[in-house]
C-alpha cells in the first residue's frame, strides 16, 4: 500500500458515476474501474462516448490495459467492459458473489436455462483477499457486501476504489434495499474500510453534489472516519441501520436500472431475442 497509482477520473453526467485509468506508479500497466455505456432508453440507443474518453486515454497516453474492474453490478448504468475489452484486451472482474445477483435477478427477469449463473461470462471472480498485479503493483480485494452482496472494494498501492459502499463525507452511503442488501452488512463492510491507514486515498463511484457543490471523487479514510454523515464520528451499527432503512423506504428506483441490471450481470453483454437481436426486458410488479 506504499506505491501511488496515477488515478484520472471521468465522470458520466447522466449516472453521476465516476470511471478510473489507474496506472502503476513505474510502468505502463492500467486498469479501468466502473466504466459506462450510456443508453437513449426511450430511443433504444447506446451510446459509447464515456467509454472512447477512457480508450483515447489509454491509447494516447501509450498503456497497457490489464483489468477491466466492475466494483459490484450497478443499477445506475450500463457497463463498458466488453466495449473496451474489444478494443484494448484485458481481463473483466468482479467479485464472486455476482452467482448470487445472477440467481436473484435471473428470475426476476424470467431468464432460461441458457444465462449462466455461475459468473463465467466474466473473466475473473474476486473472493475476499485475492490479490492480483498491474504491472509490478500488486493490489488486492476486498469483500464488502452490503449494498450488493458481490460488492468489492479494490485497494491498489494507497489508493481504495470503493464502489457504492461509501460516499464523500457530505454524500454518506449507499441504499441497502435491492435484493441482497443489507443495511447491517453495510455498516459491517464500511467499518473494514475506515480501518485501512488514514492516508489511505478513496476513489468513489457516484457523487450528487449535495448543497450545490461541485462533482468531487476523492477522499480519505481519516475524513471519512471523522466526517461521514451516516457513519462518521462514532455513530453506532443500530444507529445505521435505523437511519438507512427509514431512508431508503423513500428513494425511488433508479431511472435504468432495468436495463442496467440486464445487462451488468452478463459482464455487459446486450442480451439477444430468440431472433439474434439485442433486446431488453421489462418486468412488472418484481422489483
Not at 159 to 166: E, H, I, N, R
Amino acid at each position: 500500500m506504499t506505491k501511488h497509482p496515477t488515478v484520472t477520473p471521468f465522470f458520466d453526467d447522466r449516472s453521476n458515476t465516476i470511471s478510473y485509468v489507474v496506472q502503476e506508479p513505474d510502468g505502463p500497466a492500467c486498469a479501468v474501474i466502473d466504466a459506462v455505456m450510456d443508453i437513449n432508453y426511450a430511443a433504444g440507443a447506446l451510446n459509447f462516448d464515456g467509454a472512447d474518453a477512457i480508450i483515447a486515454h489509454i491509447t494516447e497516453n501509450n498503456l497497457t490495459l490489464e483489468w477491466i474492474i466492475e466494483t459490484h453490478v450497478h443499477a445506475d448504468h450500463l457497463s463498458g467492459a466488453p466495449y473496451i475489452q474489444d478494443k484494448l484486451g484485458g481481463k473483466i472482474g468482479i467479485g464472486a458473489k455476482i452467482t448470487e445477483v445472477q440467481d436473484t435477478f435471473g428470475k426476476v427477469f424470467n431468464e432460461g436455462t441458457e444465462f449462466q449463473r455461475d459468473g463465467s461470462q466474466f473473466d475473473a471472480l474476486f473472493e475476499d483477499n485475492d490479490t492480483y498485479q498491474i504491472g509490478a503493483m500488486q493490489c488486492f480485494a476486498m469483500h464488502t457486501p452490503g449494498h450488493t452482496p458481490a460488492c468489492m472494494v479494490h485497494v491498489m498501492g494507497d489508493a481504495a476504489f470503493v464502489g457504492d459502499t461509501l460516499f464523500m463525507p457530505d454524500g454518506g452511503s449507499a441504499r441497502a434495499d435491492f435484493p441482497g442488501g443489507d443495511a447491517g452488512e453495510l455498516y459491517d463492510s464500511i467499518m473494514r474500510v475506515l480501518a485501512l491507514p488514514d492516508a489511505m486515498r478513496l476513489f468513489i463511484c457516484h457523487d450528487y453534489g449535495p448543497g450545490g457543490r461541485a462533482i468531487a471523487w476523492e477522499t480519505t479514510v481519516a475524513e471519512e472516519r471523522e466526517k461521514n454523515i451516516h457513519v462518521g464520528g462514532g455513530k453506532t451499527r443500530d444507529d445505521f441501520i435505523k437511519f438507512r432503512t427509514e431512508r431508503d423506504a423513500q428513494l425511488a428506483m433508479p431511472s435504468l436500472i432495468i436495463p442496467a441490471l440486464q445487462v451488468n450481470m452478463r459482464a455487459g453483454e446486450i442480451p439477444r431475442d430468440d431472433a439474434g437481436d439485442m433486446a431488453l426486458k421489462v418486468p412488472l410488479g418484481k422489483l
